[in-house]
């Protein structure tokens, strides 16, 4: 579409022939530009925010103590039951332990039945302090 059916003129030639048409402010002028900075006061204010984070810390806090308490509790139970059969396991490792030894004192009395002036089950160190070998096993081949 032409500039000259726009503006209902058909006798117009040229851009210059017409009318000068301007933009302006509509009656009573533009509404006025907010350009200051104005943030709304939404949400919690920050001793809220404060208090609420304090609260549930505490709250998480109580809660790990708790905790810290039953696991305590379920510990020294443990231990309570450990220390109970303590007698029973020691004594069955004291009669593993002697069965294990009668056998390498045979055995020992076995091989070292021709040296003379060997005793059996005596030991070569002479500290005079009994020790229990390391371990656990009283097979001279394991050795």
Request: net charge positive; aromatic share 12%.
């Amino acid at each position: 579409m032409t500039e000259a059916a726009i503006r209902n003129k058909p006798w117009m030639a040229s851009v210059k022939d017409m009318p000068l048409l301007q933009d302006g402010p509509p009656p009573g002028g533009f509404a006025p530009v907010r350009y200051a900075r104005r943030i709304p006061s939404k949400g919690p204010s920050a001793v809220a925010i404060f208090l609420a984070a304090f609260g549930t810390f505490s709250w998480g806090m109580y809660q790990v103590g708790k905790g810290n308490k039953i696991r305590r509790a379920i510990k020294e139970e443990k231990y309570a039951a450990r220390r109970a059969i303590l007698p029973m396991l020691q004594a069955e490792e004291d009669e593993r332990f002697l069965k294990e030894w009668r056998k390498y004192l045979e055995e020992e009395a076995r091989i070292m039945k021709d040296v003379p002036g060997w005793k059996v089950g005596e030991s070569v160190y002479h500290s005079g302090r009994w020790m229990p070998p390391a371990t656990g096993e009283m097979r001279p081949e394991v050795w």
